[in-house]
């Protein structure tokens, strides 16, 4: 089956910290993987996407993403954390038609 | 470009009462998608279109919904009757057939008292 695992529903972080989301998916085949991210009141913008080639991938606003496929992950990343990064980000892995999102993780930023 | 846009922003209804949620995708999309966010279920995909056929409603959950997308640009949500159950976040994306690069609308919020 078919599914996006995001195992952090809520994480706090200080301002100027690092950050990483954990994203774990199950796909048939070759995932197409993306990082939304919702502010509170907004809908979803993408951050970044992967679809192949460079594992590693750079996506706005300073963020960043790992594809291990070994691993069946895909963890969002960043080196030092804002406080306008506070908001909820969703994993998504899909094919060409349509996407399946994980549940999300919220991040709190404390100054 | 303006962007997805949905509308209303907000609907208050009673249980019973038709509800409309419209959308607009950004121009040049020919795949829109419906989704619904909920605090238990999370974004739950409900149905989605592809040069305004729809592909897949096994994500809408009853009779009681049906989407309608007669040109490609505008689509329609429909809830009848409406349950207290049906509130939530209903967000419309659009995108570039096999791109999948999906483009949030910002949602329209229902409550059905």
């Known amino acids: 089956a078919q599914s996006v695992t995001q195992p952090d529903i809520h994480i706090t972080v200080s301002e100027g910290a690092s950050l990483e989301l954990r994203c774990n998916y199950s796909y048939g085949a070759t995932p197409y993987l993306f990082w939304y991210v919702q502010s509170p009141g907004q809908g979803l913008q993408l951050l970044l996407k992967y679809f192949s080639g460079d594992t590693l991938v750079q996506g706005i606003k300073g963020f960043e993403a790992e594809f291990k496929r070994s691993q069946s992950s895909f963890n969002l990343r960043k080196p030092s954390v804002h406080w306008s990064d506070a908001a909820e980000y969703f994993c998504?892995?899909?094919?060409?038609?349509?996407?399946?999102f994980g549940t999300g993780t919220r991040l709190q930023v404390f100054p | 470009d303006a962007g997805v846009i949905q509308s209303p922003r907000h609907e208050v209804t009673e249980m019973g009462q038709e509800v409309t949620l419209r959308c607009k995708p950004i121009s040049g999309h020919n795949s829109l998608f419906w989704y619904r966010q909920t605090m238990m279920r999370g974004l739950e995909l409900l149905i989605y279109f592809n040069n305004n056929v729809p592909i897949d409603d096994s994500g809408m959950p009853e009779d009681r919904f049906s989407a309608k997308m007669p040109n490609a640009s505008f689509s329609t949500l429909k809830i009848q009757p409406s349950e207290p159950r049906d509130s939530a976040v209903y967000f419309c994306?659009?995108?570039?057939?096999?791109?999948?690069?999906?483009?949030f609308g910002p949602g329209t919020r229902l409550t059905v008292l």
């Open positions: 998504a892995v899909g094919n060409t038609d349509k996407l399946i």
């Open positions: 994306a659009s995108s570039f057939l096999g791109d999948n690069e999906q483009f």
